[in-house]
Nanobody
Framework: QVQLVESGGGLVQAGGSLRLSCAASGPTFSRYAVGWFRQAPGKEREFVTT????????HYADSVKGRFSISRDNAKNTVYLQMNSLKVEDTAVYYC???????????????????WGQGTQVTVSS
């Protein structure tokens, strides 16, 4: 069983930056792929980015490519999401998710993940 806790959300002006953290419990977290998703009010939860258990394979949604960066520190059981050049449309609750990485390719869908955090609010003001 893996438990995930997100932190680092908050209120920021457009053009600013935030770094989200996803801290995990569990001795085998280093073997898990981790993804970030977000959900804005009235919208479906959407994929943002994912990272393989080694950190060597990363994929971003087009909407955040070049602005967001995902990384992980397996020694700390933590995955980070660095968000730069934030836009008003990035406002959402951000969730991290995890599932065992069998090396079969990127996990881009909500159903690809077994464990979810409670989410952290990111609000970007104009």
């Amino acid at each position: 069983q893996v438990q995930l806790v997100e932190s680092g959300g908050g209120l920021v002006q457009a053009g600013g930056s935030l770094r989200l953290s996803c801290a995990a419990s569990g001795p085998t977290f280093s073997r898990y792929a981790v993804g970030w998703f977000r959900q804005a009010p009235g919208k479906e939860r959407e994929f943002v980015t994912t990272i393989s258990w080694t950190g060597g394979s990363i994929h971003y949604a087009d909407s955040v490519k070049g602005r967001f960066s995902i990384s992980r520190d397996n020694a700390k059981n933590t995955v980070y999401l660095q968000m730069n050049s934030l836009k008003v449309e990035d406002t959402a609750v951000y969730y991290c998710a995890a599932s065992i990485d069998y090396g079969l390719g990127w996990k881009l869908g909500r159903d690809d993940y077994d464990y979810w955090g409670q989410g952290t609010q990111v609000t970007v003001s104009s």
